[in-house]
């Protein structure tokens, strides 16, 4: 195989290719950094519903310096502090925490705020919205929650040969913004070739970390005997991302949620190893697999760079407000 150029001739030992970009995006970050910031102002505990982000190491650390995670709104004391997950929450739950007082920090992606503002709307010119994404996903179920009367989704190419709709003149395609590119491109084109007037969302819903994380798996997938990815298994662009990576020509791939769950016979036969996580891992998860193939033989490694990164969120709102009435940093830092 023919070096890429800029890159070093490999002499075909083993070596690990490190994915970049790979882990936290800016939504992540900022809903991490969200519970941080809310512990130190408010003290323990703050409640958040569901998983802040799809990430077991960080739902514990964040319990061990006293967050509190519940799957709904009614089991939050009245009264107290609750963060809502980056992947959003439909109006029924607002209305739920408001009518029990909450104190409500709002830790949203502003990328799937961009989606339930899109949802709002075409709604209101009453048009139908075919959401591909995945049934019982959260922020599926925030995203069609703005609008259910409009929204049907759409959970897998083969819906999009069935799916009956009301006008097929007044239809709109939006998603879930971690799935992966092609197979959702391939979701549009089988429901244009039955809806032809099907419109496109204003800008792409799959968000730019998730693309990111795609295009530089796919760029060392065909050069890896194996892809571990590093991610939950209930992260959407993790789970993806092991996807992507056989499909563009990794011989193998498997999800870890750390480098205690590699099983070592995945390295039979294997010089090239790819390694990359999902955009809720934090660094130092990754860190621990390249030591752990160190230690194994796998001690070269090559990171392969296909975008830069430099996006960041500001904090929430009321966060904010209540920072700097603190005088504490408003920045996510
Ligand atoms: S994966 Fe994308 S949409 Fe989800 S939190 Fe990160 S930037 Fe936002």
Known sequence: MAADAGRPAWDGSKRV???????????VDRAVIAVEKALELYGSPVYVRKEIVHNKHVVRTLENRGAIFVQEADQVPE??????????????VREQAAARNLQAIDATCPLVTKVHKEAVRFAKQDAEILLIGHTGHEEVEGTAGEAPDHITIIDS?????????????????????????????????RLRQRFPNLQDPPSDDICYATQNRQVAVKKIAPEADLVVVVG??????SVRLVEVALDAGARSSYRVDNADEIDETWLDGVTTVGVTSGASVPEILVEEVVEWLAARGYGSVETVTTAQEDLVFSLPTDLRRDLKRKSLPVTPV
């Open 157 to 189: 190419p083969e819906i999009a040969d069935t799916v009956q709709v009301k006008d097929p003149d007044n239809l709109v395609w939006l998603s879930q913004t971690t799935l992966s590119v092609d197979e959702t491109m391939e979701t549009v084109r």
């Open 17 to 27: 290719l490190l994915a970049a970009p790979r882990g936290y995006c800016a939504g």
């Open 232 to 237: 939950s298994a209930n992260s959407s662009n």
């Open 79 to 92: 009264g107290a502090h609750v963060v809502f997950s980056a992947h959003g929450v439909s109006p029924a």
